[in-house]
């Protein structure tokens, strides 16, 4: 009789599922700024045990807002979404600086005048415009 594969058995497939995160710091070359992101990450969750701001999200405490506690960040890349953040490209351009939110400008540089154009769908058919 044969037997039943387990995907969640070691090495088999699941051994290298991240779902749930990683099982251990990453080490050897060219992991440095990772871990330092995950150790960074570790100790900044570290920080909030608990949400003590939880009681100033409800009732007459919620309807005059007040800053919720903070901490500063062991390393810059624990609040970036990705650890190529910081490379610039042709197509995304420089980097923000640390801290600062580009959304939060004025967008008058990414404004277009689309008037004179043909409508199209996303997948650049044209259609009728009425």
């Not at 003590?52 to 970036?80: F, H, N, Q």
């Not at 004025?106 to 044209?126: I, K, M, W, Y």
Request: no cysteine; charged share 15%; net charge positive.
């Amino acid at each position: 009789m044969r037997k039943k594969r387990n995907p969640s058995a070691p090495g088999q497939g699941a051994a290298k599922s991240t779902v749930s995160g990683p099982s251990q710091m990453p080490t050897g070359p060219g992991n440095g700024a990772a871990v330092r992101k995950m150790q960074g990450t570790q100790a900044l969750a570290a920080a909030f045990p608990f949400n003590a701001s939880k009681a100033g999200e409800i009732g007459k405490a919620a309807r005059t807002p007040k800053a919720g506690a903070t901490v500063d960040l062991p390393e810059p890349a624990v609040a970036a979404s990705t650890l190529t953040e910081t490379n610039a490209s042709d197509k995304t351009g420089a980097p923000p600086p640390p801290g600062s939110n580009p959304g939060n400008q004025p967008l008058e540089h990414v404004r277009v005048d689309s008037g004179g154009q043909v409508l199209t769908t996303n997948f650049a058919q044209p259609i009728a415009d009425n």
